[in-house]
């Protein structure tokens, strides 16, 4: 057996292995592509899948690349990925430099691409879409032996699929309510100069819950702080609502922030010599259209405590009190920082009963966690590594919160 033949029948059964220890479609397909990506000479690479209710359009399934690439899509003879699917066969770019305009990829502005390959897959009823492996200028071009395993890597993906498990149509056609692009944030001590975001893309989609995942100092709480008008961007830009923030002065900031955002904190920041109501009719009386602060209790299932003062209660129940102190002002947007990380688990879940609530209300929620399996119930994870978007993921299906376990 020469070389190349026994590279192939390593990382088959890394697949299969990793594929036999799930449960799912959605986890098969998103774990057979993280080994995928590791056993190519690929540095990023995009699952696409075409719609089974409206074939016009090939949708990001899965993707782990610093893009975030949700409401991009192709139609069947458009772009590499397009041309993939509408011909049916494997469509490779080694110097992508040199492409003729009409193949180059529109989702691919800001990696620095050198090769790219992308390769259909099918089931027995249908063709379902392609995997499209990048490789950056950093690291080289694609040789024809590493296109080649790009395209036995993507029959991998037809062995995970099968006539009763179709990916799912696009997960959402929503507004776009935020942008962030070619955000950078440095922060200066003396001569040292430290980068903690180093060119951050996302958008933020109306009645979302959104989820910022990473270890500590990466970059994620920063980017909250950013998109709440807290702190400032070194370079690059966010708008709301179509509205560049970037440069808005401080009076402006605040009307954005007492007009559109809603803040829970890991420490729960409750005024001590007010009572539950009380915290909340605080803020009610800064902005217009508040909601009854009994109404807020209510959905977070904390009315019977709005006598109570914060040192007379858990701290499961000060956290819902915040969440309906940043309720009572109707915002669009809630912007939660680490909400569980000082509860228990049993009292994280009341918490995030809580914010299941909020979201099936229509309230856009974007938190902040280190919590893998709290990402569960989230529409899309966004994962940062080293300042830098590393990965999104969509959830199809999100998780209840009384299904989460750690």
Known sequence: MDNNAMKYYKIIGKVQQAISKVSTLDEALKVGLQVILESSAADHAVMWYSDPKDNSKLHPYYWICPLDLSSVSYAPGIGAVGQAFAKQSPVTII?????????????????????????????????????????????????????????????????????????????????????????????????????????????????????????????????????????????????????????????????YRRDNIGFVFQSYNLMPNLNAKQNLELIAELVDNAMDPLEALDLVHMKEKQANYPSQMSGGQQQRISIARALVKRPRLILADEPTAALDYTTSIEVLQAFEQVVERGTTLIMVTHNEEITRM?????????????????????????????
Not at 129 to 140: D, H, L, Q, R
Not at 379 to 406: C, M, Q, S
Request: net charge negative; hydrophobic share 35%.
């Open 95 to 255: 110097n992508f430099q040199e492409t003729p305009e009409p193949v180059t990829e529109k989702d691919l502005e800001g990696i620095n691409v050198s090769s790219l390959c992308c390769v259909p897959f099918s089931n027995d009823t249908r063709h379902i879409g392609c995997i499209e492996f990048i490789k950056t200028v950093e690291t080289g071009y694609f040789s024809e032996d590493d296109a080649d395993v790009c395209q036995l890597l993507a029959v991998m993906t037809e062995l995970a699929i099968n006539e009763s498990a179709l990916p799912p149509e696009n997960w959402s056609d929503r507004k776009t309510i935020l942008s962030v692009r070619n955000v950078t944030r440095e922060y200066k001590n003396g001569d040292i100069i430290t980068k903690v975001l180093k060119g951050v893309n996302f958008d933020v989609f109306e009645g979302e819950f959104l989820a910022l995942l990473g270890e500590s100092g990466c970059g994620k709480s920063t980017v909250l702080n950013i998109i709440g008008g807290m702190d400032k961007a070194t370079s690059g830009t966010f708008s709301f609502m179509g509205k560049d923030m970037s440069n808005a002065n401080t009076d402006e900031l605040t009307q």
């Open 378 to 406: 989230a529409n899309r994870v966004i994962r940062f590594r080293d300042g830098k978007l590393y990965e999104v993921t969509v959830n199809h299906k999100p998780a209840k919160a009384t299904d989460l376990v750690w």
